[in-house]
């Protein structure tokens, strides 16, 4: 495999441990006790500054750098690292007032005042401006501090903004991608209902105002949505950008991340990795989430810088504050999703918060250490065992990469363009369908990178490239090539439909993959959520929903066939062998049953199953540590013990435990295994 653009990380002894620290918030006391417990959980980086612009610049012409120099020289002094944070993620209330264009307007138009956090307008001068020399001012004064370890621009940056700032610069971003209004007109095609711009000045940032009509994901024009996804993608971008070369202004060398949201729609990642030194992210997985799912998450981020490890940035140690309920991590769950993190390319494991805020919408959110500032709670003994097993692992993981043969496209824009379509289903959710897959083959043991369109696709046996609704560059022409040497492609319904510019190809669906595929779809049924379709598959029978495409065999051979309605017994999967290799075709949405058998086999041709295919609950993770180490991960998500066969010997780092191939391997509930394979 070959990896290209994989960043720089923060040079550590070993894993970083710690979290977001915010001392200004409490009296000077409180900080040596906070060291003091620093110091017991083995907590030796500290994420500072996130929110502090307004105590950093009090006004505009006034800096004051008191309280950071004391966090940073303190962590210092105690031995501690800092990732410094930009601080602007948040208005102080005098830039808002002063520069009322800073606020952001919302999708209904309406002008914000102040109030809240992550509340700029990307295209404001004077939020640019101020933003960027306070950047400017922090790395000329902390460039050479003996804590600094990496800096932290801005703080999940996310949101949209339709005010006439951007509006202008929506237009200059046009202009600059392509150059004429007819080329415009023609991408967008805009003689559909009168559209016809003659003027730049015409064109309005697709919003409830102009172009939606029940919301964000209701357009007119999906063409001009798509676009200002992407137009708001760069100008976050540009802002993150403008902050970063102030910072290099004055330190070449430190690397420089901002803090991403994993599988987070409104920003495309993969335009913003060439420009992240790593990759970091926050781990806030939906409630009752399967463990794929935040699995899948750190694939993707571990992608964004071709496969080189990336920093959890953030995750709770407990509970989260902002969701209507907000239940705990029971025991053993921190350790285990903490491990899991490092099985997928962390080489950090930082947490939101170490001591939790006073007042205000956080003051529940979950802490290493709590209000009262107690040691000996169940949430600061777990940290603290935690932080000791860090310290057994030593530097073994760091630059650590994974060895997939299995990659899954993940492509923002396909993401896009399916959840803004009018037709055939509001019901299908790109990451629903991405996860089935992505699940499917984790479960059987398959280690997986999760990579854009335009990855290398050369050293992988199997290319998962589900609801692959966009089509762009010469991808179609990469994926005939890993089957023609022997490879499997598999791709599902709603894949090869529209171009860059979300214009459906005037070919058969599914358009440049129709070789590949060795088919036609014919037509598209889609049914509500409650109506079920069986689909006869080998020997069983599974379920299917949503949409069912109606498969026209043109050179491939049914795998499964529906078992209703007027196409039954039409192919409802489908296998095309094309040169040495094959491509696989879902035309519907099968129950996870169904994508487990369909997955399973693709990875069995090319001997990809795991040796604990069949325990479901326990995941398994590979890295290959730079100097040849080889690493295997063992999670048990069950709250049962897991009874395993060793499948070869192995020496668990965490016990020190060597344990010779096929015998017994026991998981403790929730338990974890780092196994040195000899
Ligand atoms: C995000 C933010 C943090 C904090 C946490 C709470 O990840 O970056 O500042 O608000 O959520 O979960
Ligand atoms: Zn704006």
Redo the contacts with the bound molecule.
């Keep these: 495999m070959t990896f290209r653009n994989d960043g720089k990380l923060p040079p550590t002894a070993k894993i970083p441990y710690g979290g ?1 620290y915010n001392p200004e918030q409490w009296p000077d006391e409180v900080w040596d006790e906070d060291h003091r417990l620093f110091t017991v959980a083995g907590i030796d980086t500290l994420t500072v500054g ?2 502090s612009w307004s105590l950093t610049q009090p006004a505009e012409d006034t800096y004051d750098f008191t309280i950071l120099d004391r966090i940073l020289d303190r962590a210092a002094a105690e031995g501690r690292q800092v990732c410094l944070a930009t601080g602007t ?1 948040a208005l102080p209330p005098w830039l808002a007032k002063k520069y009322p264009e800073a606020n952001r307007t919302d999708f209904e138009g309406r002008r914000h005042r102040y109030g809240q ?1 992550h509340n700029f307008c990307p295209s404001s001068p004077a939020y640019r401006r101020l933003a960027t020399a306070l950047a400017d001012r922090l790395a000329e004064r902390y460039a050479h501090h003996p804590a600094l370890l990496a800096w932290h621009i801005n ?2 940056y996310g949101g949209v903004c339709y005010c006439e700032l951007c509006a202008d610069a929506f237009r200059t971003w046009l202009r600059n991608k392509y150059a004429t209004l007819d080329a415009l007109n023609d991408a967008w095609c805009t003689t559909f209902w009168s559209h016809r711009y003659t003027g730049w000045a015409e064109i309005e940032p697709p919003s409830a105002l102009t172009e939606h009509w029940r919301g964000p994901d209701h357009t007119a024009f999906q063409g001009t949505t798509l676009d200002y996804s992407r137009f708001t993608t760069d100008a976050l971008l540009g802002c993150f950008l403008a902050e970063k070369e102030a910072i290099r202004r004055h330190d070449p060398e430190t690397p420089v991340t901002t ?1 991403l ?1 994993g599988m987070f729609r409104p920003l495309d990642y993969h335009r913003w990795a060439p420009h992240l030194d790593f990759a970091s992210w ?1 781990n ?1 997985p939906p409630l009752d989430a399967p463990p794929t799912r935040a699995a899948l998450a750190h694939d993707l981020m571990r992608g964004l810088k071709n496969g080189a490890p990336f920093w959890l ?2 995750q ?1 140690p407990s509970t ?3 969701r209507d309920v907000n239940p705990l991590k029971r025991p053993g769950e921190l350790r285990l999703t903490t491990f899991q993190a490092i099985a997928h390319g962390a080489d950090a494991a930082l947490y ?2 170490m001591r939790a805020s006073r007042g205000a919408c ?1 003051k529940y ?1 979950g802490a290493v250490i709590g209000h009262a500032g107690r040691d000996d709670t169940r949430v600061f003994r777990e940290v603290a065992d935690l932080g000791r097993e860090l310290e057994l692992l030593e530097n073994v993981t760091l630059g650590a990469r994974t060895p997939a043969r299995t990659a899954l496209v993940y492509d923002w824009d396909s993401w896009w363009a399916l959840e803004i379509s009018d037709g055939p289903s509001r019901l299908v959710r790109y990451v629903d369908v991405v996860h089935a897959y992505y699940r499917a083959a984790r479960e059987a043991g398959a280690d997986v990178d999760v990579v854009p369109q335009t990855a290398d696709l050369t050293g992988y046996d199997v290319v998962l490239a589900p609801a692959l609704h966009m089509i762009k560059g010469d991808l179609a022409a990469r994926l005939e090539a890993v089957a023609a040497r022997g490879g499997t492609v598999l791709s599902t319904f709603l894949s090869g439909r529209v171009d860059e510019h979300d214009r459906a190809f005037l070919t058969d669906v599914p358009g440049p993959l129709a070789d590949l595929m060795g088919i036609r779809v014919d037509e598209w049924d889609s049914r509500p959520a409650e109506f079920v379709q069986p689909v006869h598959l080998g020997e069983s029978v599974c379920e299917a929903r949503l949409v069912f495409e109606i498969v026209l065999p043109r050179g491939a051979e049914p795998v499964a066939t529906y078992g209703a309605d007027f196409y039954a017994g039409t192919p409802a999967v489908t296998r095309h062998p094309y040169g040495e290799g094959e491509g696989w075709y879902v035309a519907t949405a099968l129950d996870q049953p169904g994508v487990d058998q369909v997955v399973r086999r693709v990875l069995a041709r090319h001997d990809l199953l795991g040796p604990y295919a069949d325990h479901p609950t326990v995941e398994t993770a590979h890295r290959a540590a730079p100097d040849g180490t080889r690493l295997l991960f063992l999670l048990n998500h069950a709250p049962e013990p897991a009874r395993l066969d060793a499948h070869t010997t192995a020496t668990d780092l965490l016990t020190g435990k060597r344990t010779e191939e096929g015998e017994p391997l026991t998981l403790d509930p929730l338990g974890v295994a780092v196994l040195r394979l000899h």
């Design positions: 977001d996130v929110f993620a956090r703080n999940e803090n949201m926050d806030y940035m953030e709770t989260t504050a902002c939101f918060q956080e959110h």
